[in-house]
């Protein structure tokens, strides 16, 4: 049984094929900044799951 986003996962993957590096600037680009801003804060990860709870958890720690 495919999932239901198995669309979006086959086109996402075929962008993937098509830049292998797009990956790596995206962490270099992307990432890293979140990635500061939770260790500033003193976090190393998220409490929260899914998109929306996670937006919310970084909205009150960048507030605080």
Not at 5 to 16: A, I, K, Y
Not at 22 to 28: E, P, S
Request: glycine share 4%; aromatic share 4%; with cysteine.
């Amino acid at each position: 049984m495919r999932r239901t986003c198995s669309t979006l996962l086959d086109r996402m993957q075929d962008r993937l094929d098509r830049m292998p590096d797009a990956m790596g600037v995206r962490r270099q680009t992307v990432e890293h900044p979140f990635g500061t801003l939770k260790a500033w804060m003193g976090a190393t990860h998220f409490l929260t799951r899914t998109l929306d709870k996670v937006r919310t958890e970084m909205s009150l720690h960048v507030l605080a």
